[in-house]
């Protein structure tokens, strides 16, 4: 059964410091693995997608890698914000269920 | 604008009473799912649907039913609803088979007392 970890489950960062949060999954067998992010009383937002047979995805100061042989992925925040400050979840889309499972996210807090 | 439009955004009611949550999407997409989000335990799939008429059990199925008679829609319906389901729901929907970027709702807040 495919399980999603992310740690830490909570940081807190001063602005302008770069960060990564970490993901891990058990099961290599993955279409993509998707980064999102969750703003209290909202829902989700997609961030990146990485497909199985990429290594990484960039969108301005997130870089998303992937490493499918370990079960990892990382998100790479550069020059954190007060309004990066939000809850980032990663999910993997299972090649055998056909289901994107979720892990349960980093909370993170960027004071000014 | 592209959206996933969930209602009601907050429910208050009582054990056993009928509801429906309905999820409207305007993106044309075949996959939508729902979801349920508890602390701790995080984000849940309840039920999925690859296009109309055609819906699939996910995760944590029990309690709950849903319909998709039109490819937009697709309501979640809690026809006995019990305290345990009081939860955070989001309803999503996705091109093709799921795989692509989901597009999320903004919730939906149950509190069954």
């Known amino acids: 059964k495919q399980e999603v970890t992310q740690i830490p489950a909570a940081l807190s960062v001063p602005e302008g410091e770069n960060l990564v949060l970490n993901c891990s999954f058990t099961d290599s067998a993955i279409y993509n693995l998707q980064w999102f992010r969750q703003d209290p009383g909202k829902g989700l937002t997609s961030l990146l997608l990485?497909?199985?047979?990429?290594r990484e995805q960039t969108s301005g100061r997130l870089n998303a890698s992937l490493d499918k042989s370990s079960g990892r992925s990382t998100l790479y925040i550069a020059a954190s914000q007060p309004g990066d400050s939000a809850t980032y979840l990663c999910?993997?889309?299972?090649?055998?269920?056909?289901?994107?499972?979720f892990g349960q996210g980093t909370t993170l807090q960027v004071k000014p | 604008e592209a959206q996933v439009t969930q209602n009601p955004r907050y429910l208050i009611t009582v054990t056993g009473k009928k509801l429906t949550v309905t999820c409207s999407q305007n993106?044309?997409?075949?996959?939508m799912s729902w979801y349920r989000q508890d602390p701790g335990l995080g984000l849940r799939q309840i039920y999925y649907s690859m296009n109309v008429e055609v819906t699939d059990k996910g995760d944590v199925p029990e309690g709950y039913k849903v319909s998709r008679k039109e490819k937009r829609n697709f309501p979640l319906i809690l026809e006995s609803p019990s305290p345990n389901q009081t939860s955070l729901y989001f309803c999503a929907s996705s091109p093709s088979s799921g795989y692509r970027t989901q597009h999320f709702g903004d919730g939906t807040r149950l509190s069954i007392l």
């Open positions: 999910a993997v889309f299972s090649s055998n269920t056909g289901k994107l499972i």
């Open positions: 990485i497909q199985s047979s990429q």
């Open positions: 993106m044309n997409h075949e996959y």
